[in-house]
């Protein structure tokens, strides 16, 4: 038997939401605004986090957010929400998001996404510590390695810019300017 209060399974904390895409969602091309859907991610990736931690919790961090595929007004989009990695304060939520055009019985992915979200106490706002998480099938098992990879991954990347700006020098980045979309101002 697992003990519920310092492991939790995957499952326990998945969501799914569904929304219809009204007419006030729309760009001026007529699609849904990315920032609706980014909007719903958040929502989703917070539902999810909360859930698994029982604790409230923030944004961290967003990956890349690609879409794939345009979001017309009148689909019904369904976004699936999981804890596929946890740290000792944060996790990492997957998110896919499909959309659903019932008059032509289309159904297309959008995006896939990763939100690291962090358990926070609510009255020192640190960060809180949250259950570990049960793996249950090679599925689980395959999310939370890849997980714990892209968190690797970010970490570096992090090192990387740090090195980065403190090896900035002016003249040589003024020369890397040349042939570049831009033009300097006096």
């Known amino acids: 038997m697992v003990n519920e209060a310092t492991f939790r399974t995957v499952q326990s904390s998945q969501v799914i939401l569904k929304e219809l895409m009204v007419p006030s969602y729309a760009n001026f091309g007529g699609k849904v605004h990315g920032g609706i859907l980014l909007s ?49 304060s944060s996790m990492e939520v997957g998110i896919k998001v499909i959309s659903e055009d019932f008059r032509k019985e289309i159904v297309k992915h959008t995006n896939t996404s ?7 106490d609510e009255e020192t706002r640190k960060p809180t510590s949250v259950p570990g998480l049960v793996l249950q099938t090679d ?21 990387d810019i740090t ?24």
């Open 40 to 88: 719903l991610m958040d929502k989703i990736a917070y539902t999810c986090a909360a859930t698994h931690a029982k604790a409230y919790c923030v944004t961290a961090s967003v990956d890349s957010v690609d879409f794939v595929n345009p979001v017309e007004v009148g689909e019904l989009v369904t976004l699936f929400a999981s804890v596929n990695y946890v740290g000792n």
């Open 114 to 120: 990763y939100f690291t979200m962090v358990a926070v």
């Open 139 to 159: 599925q689980e098992i395959r999310r939370f390695v890849m997980g714990k990879l892209r968190k690797q991954l970010r970490a570096g990347h992090r090192r």
């Open 163 to 186: 090195e980065l700006r403190k090896t900035l020098d002016k003249t040589r980045e003024l020369q890397e300017l040349d042939g570049e979309n831009c033009q300097l101002g006096k």
